[in-house]
Nanobody, 119 residues
Framework: QVHLVESGGGLVQSGGSLRLSCAASGSIPSMNVMGWYRHFPGKEREFVAVIDNDGKTDYTDSVEGRFTVSRDNAENTVTLQMNDLKPEDTAQYYC?????????????WGQGTQVTVSS
């Protein structure tokens, strides 16, 4: 089992910045992708950004150029630096870890942290 704990959410004005962090603990698979998803009320949880063990990243189009995902493999942490925040970024943000292997899906989620951007 893997336990993910997020921190860093809060309230910020439009154009501001926030930094989300996620710490993983437990039986962490050596090959994994860590990242962030967000959930808008009444909608499905959506992909935001991910990063693999080698540092390769992927972003959803709406945050490209504003958000940066990074990780520390030694500390088993992943961070999301969010700049130029917009009211439409307001959501519950979830840390995610997905094992990379040929076996059945193995996916873990944090408890979520709220990000609110005021206009």
């Amino acid at each position: 089992q893997v336990h993910l704990v997020e921190s860093g959410g809060g309230l910020v004005q439009s154009g501001g910045s926030l930094r989300l962090s996620c710490a993983a603990s437990g039986s962490i698979p050596s090959m994994n992708v860590m990242g962030w998803y967000r959930h808008f009320p009444g909608k499905e949880r959506e992909f935001v950004a991910v990063i693999d063990n080698d540092g390769k990243t992927d972003y959803t189009d709406s945050v490209e150029g504003r958000f940066t995902v990074s990780r520390d493999n030694a500390e088993n942490t992943v961070t999301l630096q969010m700049n130029d925040l917009k009211p439409e970024d307001t959501a519950q943000y979830y840390c995610n870890l997905r094992r990379i292997w040929l076996g059945p899906p193995e996916v873990y989620w944090g408890q979520g942290t709220q990000v609110t951007v005021s206009s």
